[in-house]
């Protein structure tokens, strides 16, 4: 197994967890957080998780270089709702390594239940704010894991 298939491995392998609290300008009229936000939540998550593989680089630092990891597809499943005050558990994980692209898989769970309040697959590149090109994620792993 060469580096780069042993890398991919280990991504596939890895899950990351992450906890944010429901703020209350996230709630809408009723009450629940709004759909919007369960987005912000699993952003929350992706940084979280790239910032757990164990790098020398934090994404923050990957930005502030000019790179940025931008969503093509979001497919999002709505299961059930939290409140002000409520604490989520965002679980990341990738699902498939492209050339392109990479899908990041979150789970999405109100700690005190466990209840599944989401699940979202989103698809993100990597582009080189400086040229405006997209990157190859093998070269972007790479860069930012070194």
Do not use: P, Q
């Not at 280990?10 to 009723?30: G, I, P, S, Y």
């Not at 898989?105 to 704010?129: G, N, P, Q, W, Y």
């Amino acid at each position: 197994m060469d580096f780069e298939e042993d890398l991919n491995a280990k991504l596939l392998e890895h899950k990351d967890v992450t906890k944010v609290k429901v703020r209350f300008n996230d709630t809408d009229a009723m009450g629940v957080v709004h759909f919007k936000n369960y987005m912000v939540y699993f952003d929350d998550g992706f940084v979280s998780f790239m910032n757990s593989i164990r790098n020398k680089r934090r994404i923050e630092e990957m930005i502030h270089e000019g790179l940025a990891c931008g969503v093509k597809h979001v497919d999002i499943t709505y299961e059930g709702s939290a409140k002000f005050g409520d604490y989520i558990i965002v679980e990341t994980r990738i699902k498939k390594l492209g050339n392109k692209s990479i899908i990041f898989s979150h789970m999405l769970f109100k700690e005190a239940d466990k209840e599944l309040l989401a699940k979202i697959e989103c698809t993100r590149f990597v582009l080189d704010l400086k040229t405006n090109k997209l990157i190859n994620i093998s070269k972007f792993l790479e860069y930012f894991l070194k």
